[in-house]
């Protein structure tokens, strides 16, 4: 967990969350990193854990107004509970989560941080409910027989 810490340091430090900051909870709950070595960094954390490294490296909380949140309507007191709150009202699977995370890998990269590929690109879609399947073929490689449909008693 110190390399994901200095990762989200390392993108306070170099100026990376303006615009970004869902991007790199993105990063930080749902991908792989690296190291440019290879050594592995992080294969994705809990929110709890992202919200208890946010808290302990003492990040800006301003930063939820990026994600659509009111700083005053979060735990005022709980400071790990109030990034909890945030991570969980950023909707870090979203569309705009991953695009952002995407503009993040180059930079990050430039940082010593290999991002890996979002989890939502690698999962094809779900075939669409107006379509139909195609029949099944048996083992011969020849068409099932239509089975002849039951008469109704009336």
Known sequence: MDGIRELLAAARDHGLLVGHFRGLLNIAIGR??????????????????VAALLKQLRFDRELVREIGADPEALAPRDRERFWYSAIAQARVDSAEAVAEAEELVRPLK??????GASPSVLVPPPPSRGTSTPPATSTTGQQPEDKPTKKTKK
């Open 32 to 49: 792989k990193v690296a190291r440019t070595d290879g050594s592995v960094v992080s294969a994705g954390l809990t929110w709890r854990e």
């Open 110 to 115: 430039d940082l010593g941080f290999l991002v």
